[in-house]
């Protein structure tokens, strides 16, 4: 079993920064992929950022070059650093790991990003 704690959301202008940070009950360092998702007001949850064990990560499409995910694998946290942030960021953020095929999902950090 993994626990999966969010924290570091919040109300932010646009063009400001936050970062987000997922809490792991385990130790992280065996775990292959660790994930951030979102899932905005009426829509789909999607993916935004992935990192395997090897420190190589994945973006979409619309955060490349503005957000960074990162593993503290000493402190069981995965990190999302997100700067110049859009209004069509505001979202609900989700850590996420599936190891062995079995999915553990956080309860979410709103972000609210104001025009």
């Known amino acids: 079993q993994v626990q999966l704690e969010e924290s570091g959301g919040g109300l932010v202008q646009a063009g400001g920064s936050l970062t987000l940070s997922c809490a792991a009950s385990?130790?992280?360092?065996?775990?292959?992929?660790m994930d951030w998702y979102r899932q905005a007001p009426g829509k789909q949850r999607e993916l935004v950022a992935s990192?395997?064990?090897?420190?190589?990560?994945k973006y979409a499409d619309s955060v490349k070059g503005r957000f960074t995910i990162s593993r503290d694998n000493p402190n069981n946290t995965l990190l999302l650093q997100m700067n110049s942030l859009k209004p069509e960021d505001t979202a609900v953020y989700f850590c996420?790991?599936?190891?062995?095929?079995?999915?553990?999902w956080g309860k979410g950090t709103l972000v609210t990003v104001s025009s």
């Open positions: 990192i395997t064990s090897g420190n190589i990560s």
């Open positions: 996420h790991t599936a190891p062995y095929g079995i999915h553990f």
């Open positions: 385990v130790s992280i360092f065996g775990i292959s992929t």
